[in-house]
């Protein structure tokens, strides 16, 4: 099992994705209300990385435009 934290900043109103070796910056569509915003990041990089989106966890940040994401990936 290996696990990866990244430091993310949302942009709102846009849809992107740009993933460095220790960044994501992430635009999102969906709205700040609800968690909305969070479960769509979490679909995004689960889809990016290939990943069931149960491997994606924001470990910091759920009301924050920075956030911290852990990445576990198994095998």
């Known amino acids: ?3 990866k934290t990244y430091d993310v900043r949302v942009e709102f109103g846009r ?3 740009v993933v460095n070796e220790s960044s994501i910056i992430i635009g999102v569509i969906s ?6 915003a969070n479960i769509e990041i979490i679909k995004r ?3 990016h990385f290939k990943l069931p989106h149960q491997n994606v966890r924001i470990i910091r ?3 924050s435009r920075k ?5 576990t990936i198994f095998g």
């Open 45 to 47: 990089l689960a889809r």
């Open 67 to 71: 956030k911290l994401v852990e990445i």
């Open 61 to 63: 940040g759920l009301k």
């Open 15 to 17: 849809e992107s994705l």
């Open 31 to 36: 709205a700040p209300e609800n968690n909305k």
């Open 1 to 3: 099992m290996f696990k």
